[in-house]
């Protein structure tokens, strides 16, 4: 081995063709993409083997890095494996004539990768290097044909431990091999006599895989090729250059993951918003029981009486007044069939009016209107005129959806208005082979009852069995959800005539606890604001449920205030509690709907100051604590809302709240409403989770999604992927809560302030109902230290307790904060 150092110094020193300060061919650093830092130019693409795998960049010692961990395996052992991961492919000709060559890297395998023969750098017919404990293997020549040279040396370092730096010199007679790392020094690791020479060959050159079979799974960065032979003292320059340029790697600050702001709605209440409602303006005590909760809006309240709205108003508190889809009914005639009423009711195919299940005991008047009639819109809109006139600061309307609810139960509108407009509708939207082929010959006298009829859907319990199967089902469906579309949308170009201020909030009641374009997602983008009933079943009032809502409500940038339905007081609690925490107002639980059926309507909720008065002067003591602070996440959840896709996208987001994984879910619907996804939401995220497949999303959707992943700056994975696993790796773990499951933490951020404020929820329900389970000593870990800065001070604080001064327990891979004690809720408050 000492003769043949020497041999090979000797050449080096007299008959290789080597320059020192040699320029590389091909030099790829990637803080410019894939451009060519060589002399050669150009730039490489990335080629995906496996859907899903795809490459891209994450943050290395020296700036951004090739990441290659998307592979769903490290090399392989058979030569008819599938293809699987990704690389970078660069081609030039010039490449191909090289037969003495230097080759340089830094790479580091992922932990979480295991096998063997995967590929660092390749290039087709001519050459592959492979990764090796204490140095590298290459392989020079074609196919079988090739001759491989193991050029490991004494030591056994593994290559998951750290970057490592590669050097890899053939020249015309021999072939060696140098490592080194980030503070480790440059050695030899062994050289060999070359005994063949066909590396110069037609062929691209590939980053970080053989033939696509072959995948390298980890990071590559400073990726160069030489035209010559270099010599050591060449080597030893390019490795100490890179020494002295390494960085420690410093991933953004906590307080700079908020999440950008949509701007999608003019109008949101304040998070520190404490909303109260009592249903009807005759409740006298309603004003002293608004002032002890600290009450800042009343919202969702029927009358007109203007001493009641200045009374509210004079508080200083915002009111809102009431408007409903059976908007009139006082003037509907009492029996079931139309004819002869006047007031604009819904009629079904048998020219019936329509009652809701849920109001059959409400009164011999309670007939549902039709957005479509002239009569019905002249009466809604001049109540509203009525509530703007009396002084009220905003509007809801309750059973709002009109139209669009009951064309998807089977209990659609045929009114005459209903008729002629589904005619224009399809008119306009289809062509003479479409009519023909639903079934219409003369649009002109075309009458859907008369068709209905016609072809074997005599009456509306026929219909309401049938509609489904219907060919001008999707069609009639789609008519009615534009025209409540469109009703909302006159709605609101009135108001703003109306208004002192030329704008009128309106709210209406839903509430995002699933998603569905024909349901609650269809007017999201019509009104301002949402206020909604939880589920009447307490078994669906479930973490789950209040998580998902608060996280679909930010998606859409839209405020959402639940109205509960308490069916104990630790659950309202609980749900208070998730609800404030993810940046959304509850409302006071007094005077609340219970729910009714054939047998009545059940007696209204009132709760009290004992049950939940802490949690409101909480609320109101802290309002920095929600005013100003964003979600602060890294990872994206992407799901197309029109049809999220296979399994339950609430229960998926819910396990990553329980695995404590900070998330933003990013949404885009196209249907019925027009939410476009954020090219920013997708920027800002390191991992995005792909819920719904692109081709689900409209095309718009589709080419942001696109460019996200084509930028590489985002690493997108299916939702079966480990992401425990893929946060740890690229140090994206924020916090831990050491205490029982269903113990959750949602961290927010102010970016401005430097401060953060961590929500623990406590969603172990006490046997009795009235309480949480108590735990004592439970600890806080803030992971990932340097992203938290210095947590100059921490405080922890709780409804109905005094704060507690924290003592941070610091540690060189974590900051540690024992709380003494979490009931349903606590905050801890960092300041950096």
Same mark, same amino acid.
């Given at each position: 081995?000492?003769?043949?150092?020497?041999?090979?110094?000797?050449?080096?020193?007299?008959?290789?063709?080597?320059?020192?300060?040699?320029?590389?061919?091909?030099?790829?650093?990637?803080?410019?993409?894939?451009?060519?830092?060589?002399?050669?130019?150009?730039?490489?693409?990335?080629?995906?083997?496996?859907?899903?795998?795809?490459?891209?960049?994450?943050?290395?010692?020296?700036?951004?890095?090739?990441?290659?961990?998307?592979?769903?395996?490290?090399?392989?052992?058979?030569?008819?494996?599938?293809?699987?991961?990704?690389?970078?492919?660069?081609?030039?000709?010039?490449?191909?004539?090289?037969?003495?060559?230097?080759?340089?890297?830094?790479?580091?395998?992922?932990?979480?990768?295991?096998?063997?023969?995967?590929?660092?750098?390749?290039?087709?017919?001519?050459?592959?290097?492979?990764?090796?404990?204490?140095?590298?293997?290459?392989?020079?020549?074609?196919?079988?044909?090739?001759?491989?040279?193991?050029?490991?040396?004494?030591?056994?370092?593994?290559?998951?431990?750290?970057?490592?730096?590669?050097?890899?010199?053939?020249?015309?007679?021999?072939?060696?091999?140098?490592?080194?790392?980030?503070?480790?020094?440059?050695?030899?690791?062994?050289?060999?006599?070359?005994?063949?020479?066909?590396?110069?060959?037609?062929?691209?050159?590939?980053?970080?895989?053989?033939?696509?079979?072959?995948?390298?799974?980890?990071?590559?960065?400073?990726?160069?090729?030489?035209?010559?032979?270099?010599?050591?003292?060449?080597?030893?320059?390019?490795?100490?250059?890179?020494?002295?340029?390494?960085?420690?790697?410093?991933?953004?600050?906590?307080?700079?993951?908020?999440?950008?702001?949509?701007?999608?709605?003019?109008?949101?209440?304040?998070?520190?918003?404490?909303?109260?409602?009592?249903?009807?303006?005759?409740?006298?005590?309603?004003?002293?029981?608004?002032?002890?909760?600290?009450?800042?809006?009343?919202?969702?309240?029927?009358?007109?009486?203007?001493?009641?709205?200045?009374?509210?108003?004079?508080?200083?508190?915002?009111?809102?007044?009431?408007?409903?889809?059976?908007?009139?009914?006082?003037?509907?005639?009492?029996?079931?069939?139309?004819?002869?009423?006047?007031?604009?009711?819904?009629?079904?195919?048998?020219?019936?009016?329509?009652?809701?299940?849920?109001?059959?005991?409400?009164?011999?008047?309670?007939?549902?209107?039709?957005?479509?009639?002239?009569?019905?819109?002249?009466?809604?809109?001049?109540?509203?005129?009525?509530?703007?006139?009396?002084?009220?600061?905003?509007?809801?309307?309750?059973?709002?959806?009109?139209?669009?609810?009951?064309?998807?139960?089977?209990?659609?509108?045929?009114?005459?208005?209903?008729?002629?407009?589904?005619?224009?509708?399809?008119?306009?939207?289809?062509?003479?082979?479409?009519?023909?082929?639903?079934?219409?010959?003369?649009?002109?006298?075309?009458?859907?009852?008369?068709?209905?009829?016609?072809?074997?859907?005599?009456?509306?319990?026929?219909?309401?069995?049938?509609?489904?199967?219907?060919?001008?089902?999707?069609?009639?469906?789609?008519?009615?959800?534009?025209?409540?579309?469109?009703?909302?949308?006159?709605?609101?170009?009135?108001?703003?005539?109306?208004?002192?201020?030329?704008?009128?909030?309106?709210?209406?009641?839903?509430?995002?606890?699933?998603?569905?374009?024909?349901?609650?997602?269809?007017?999201?983008?019509?009104?301002?604001?949402?206020?909604?009933?939880?589920?009447?079943? *307490?078994?669906?009032?479930? #973490? &789950?449920?209040? !998580?998902?809502?608060?996280? /679909? @409500?930010?998606? $859409?940038?839209?405020?959402?205030?639940?109205?509960?339905?308490?069916?104990?007081?630790?659950?309202?609690?609980?749900?208070?509690?998730?609800?404030?925490?993810?940046?959304?107002?509850?409302?006071?639980?007094?005077?609340?709907?219970?729910?009714?059926?054939?047998?009545?309507?059940?007696?209204?909720?009132?709760?009290?100051?004992?049950?939940?008065?802490?949690?409101?002067?909480?609320?109101?003591?802290?309002?920095?604590?929600?005013?100003?602070?964003?979600?602060?996440?890294?990872?994206?959840?992407?799901?197309?809302?029109?049809?999220?896709?296979?399994?339950?996208?609430?229960?998926?987001?819910?396990?990553?709240?329980?695995?404590?994984?900070?998330?933003?879910?990013?949404?885009?619907?196209?249907?019925?409403?027009?939410?476009?996804?954020? *090219?920013?939401?997708?920027? #800002? &995220?390191?991992? !995005?989770?792909?819920?719904? /497949? @692109?081709?689900? $999303?409209?095309?718009?959707?589709?080419?942001?999604?696109?460019?996200?992943?084509?930028?590489?700056?985002?690493?997108?994975?299916?939702?079966?992927?480990?992401?425990?696993?893929?946060?740890?790796?690229?140090?994206?773990?924020?916090?831990?809560?050491?205490?029982?499951?269903?113990?959750?933490?949602?961290?927010?951020?102010?970016?401005?302030?430097?401060?953060?404020?961590?929500?623990?929820?406590?969603?172990?329900?006490?046997?009795?109902?009235?309480?949480?389970?108590?735990?004592?000593?439970?600890?806080?870990?803030?992971?990932?230290?340097?992203?938290?800065?210095?947590?100059?001070?921490?405080?922890?604080?709780?409804?109905?307790?005094?704060?507690?001064?924290?003592?941070?327990?610091?540690?060189?891979?974590?900051?540690?904060?024992?709380?003494?004690?979490?009931?349903?809720?606590?905050?801890?408050?960092?300041?950096?």
């Amino acid at each position: 081995m000492r003769t043949l150092t020497r041999v090979f110094g000797l050449l080096l020193l007299s008959g290789w063709p080597v320059i020192a300060a040699e320029k590389p061919l091909v030099d790829f650093d990637f803080e410019r993409g894939l451009q060519n830092g060589g002399t050669l130019g150009g730039a490489g693409q990335f080629k995906v083997y496996a859907p899903g795998e795809d490459a891209g960049y994450d943050s290395g010692p020296f700036g951004r890095c090739l990441d290659l961990t998307a592979a769903s395996r490290h090399g392989g052992t058979g030569a008819k494996e599938p293809p699987t991961g990704s690389a970078v492919v660069f081609r030039h000709e010039a490449l191909d004539k090289l037969d003495t060559f230097t080759l340089t890297l830094w790479a580091r395998q992922s932990p979480l990768a295991h096998g063997t023969s995967a590929r660092l750098l390749s290039k087709e017919n001519a050459w592959d290097l492979l990764p090796a404990s204490g140095g590298a293997a290459l392989a020079l020549g074609p196919g079988a044909t090739k001759v491989s040279y193991n050029l490991t040396g004494k030591t056994r370092e593994k290559l998951e431990d750290r970057w490592r730096f590669t050097a890899v010199i053939v020249g015309p007679e021999s072939v060696c091999a140098y490592v080194g790392g980030l503070g480790q020094p440059l050695v030899l690791s062994a050289e060999k006599p070359r005994s063949e020479h066909k590396a110069a060959a037609r062929g691209d050159l590939l980053l970080g895989t053989f033939g696509g079979i072959r995948p390298f799974n980890g990071w590559l960065d400073r990726v160069r090729v030489f035209g010559t032979a270099l010599d050591e003292k060449a080597v030893r320059a390019i490795f100490d250059a890179d020494n002295a340029s390494a960085k420690q790697a410093r991933p953004a600050p906590v307080f700079d993951l908020a999440r950008p702001a949509a701007n999608t709605h003019r109008f949101h209440l304040k998070r520190s918003d404490i909303p109260f409602s009592t249903r009807w303006q005759k409740r006298t005590e309603a004003p002293a029981i608004m002032d002890s909760f600290h009450t800042t809006q009343c919202l969702w309240v029927y009358g007109t009486q203007t001493n009641f709205i200045q009374q509210i108003k004079g508080k200083g508190i915002g009111n809102q007044g009431t408007l409903n889809g059976l908007q009139g009914q006082e003037h509907s005639t009492t029996n079931r069939s139309a004819r002869g009423d006047t007031s604009g009711r819904h009629e079904d195919l048998d020219g019936n009016k329509n009652t809701p299940h849920w109001m059959v005991t409400f009164g011999p008047k309670t007939f549902t209107g039709c957005c479509n009639h002239p009569a019905f819109r002249k009466l809604f809109f001049d109540a509203a005129k009525r509530l703007v006139d009396a002084g009220v600061d905003m509007l809801h309307v309750d059973d709002w959806a009109m139209n669009a609810s009951w064309v998807m139960s089977g209990a659609a509108c045929f009114c005459e208005h209903c008729r002629a407009g589904f005619r224009e509708w399809l008119k306009t939207r289809c062509t003479p082979d479409k009519l023909r082929e639903l079934g219409i010959a003369d649009i002109s006298a075309f009458d859907y009852r008369e068709h209905l009829k016609r072809n074997g859907v005599p009456d509306a319990a026929a219909y309401k069995e049938k509609f489904r199967e219907l060919p001008l089902t999707p069609q009639f469906t789609d008519f009615q959800v534009e025209s409540m579309r469109a009703f909302f949308r006159e709605f609101r170009k009135r108001l703003d005539e109306w208004s002192p201020k030329k704008y009128v909030p309106v709210s209406v009641n839903a509430l995002l606890i699933n998603l569905h374009a024909n349901h609650n997602l269809c007017g999201i983008d019509v009104v301002d604001f949402l206020t909604g009933e939880s589920s009447q079943n *307490a078994d669906y009032q479930t #973490a &789950a449920e209040y !998580v998902f809502a608060a996280k /679909a @409500a930010e998606a $859409f940038g839209i405020t959402q205030v639940v109205s509960p339905i308490p069916r104990s007081t630790a659950r309202t609690r609980a749900a208070l509690a998730t609800t404030y925490a993810m940046g959304q107002p509850h409302l006071v639980p007094w005077d609340i709907y219970m729910g009714s059926d054939a047998t009545g309507i059940q007696p209204r909720y009132f709760g009290t100051r004992e049950q939940y008065g802490a949690f409101y002067d909480f609320i109101y003591e802290h309002k920095t604590l929600f005013d100003g602070h964003e979600s602060a996440a890294e990872v994206v959840v992407l799901a197309n809302a029109d049809a999220p896709g296979k399994g339950s996208l609430s229960q998926f987001c819910k396990q990553l709240a329980r695995q404590q994984i900070p998330f933003h879910l990013v949404l885009g619907a196209s249907q019925s409403a027009r939410v476009p996804v954020r *090219a920013a939401d997708l920027r #800002a &995220a390191r991992v !995005v989770v792909e819920f719904s /497949a @692109a081709d689900t $999303f409209c095309e718009e959707d589709q080419k942001t999604i696109q460019a996200a992943r084509k930028s590489g700056l985002t690493r997108f994975v299916p939702p079966t992927a480990d992401l425990a696993a893929i946060t740890k790796l690229r140090g994206m773990e924020l916090l831990r809560v050491e205490a029982p499951e269903n113990v959750y933490a949602f961290p927010r951020v102010n970016r401005a302030q430097r401060s953060a404020a961590i929500h623990l929820v406590n969603w172990n329900l006490a046997p009795d109902g009235e309480r949480s389970e108590i735990y004592r000593n439970v600890t806080l870990t803030l992971l990932q230290p340097q992203r938290w800065g210095k947590v100059a001070s921490a405080t922890y604080l709780q409804p109905g307790q005094k704060p507690v001064t924290l003592k941070p327990e610091r540690h060189d891979d974590c900051v540690r904060l024992t709380l003494p004690r979490i009931e349903t809720w606590g905050v801890v408050e960092i300041k950096e």
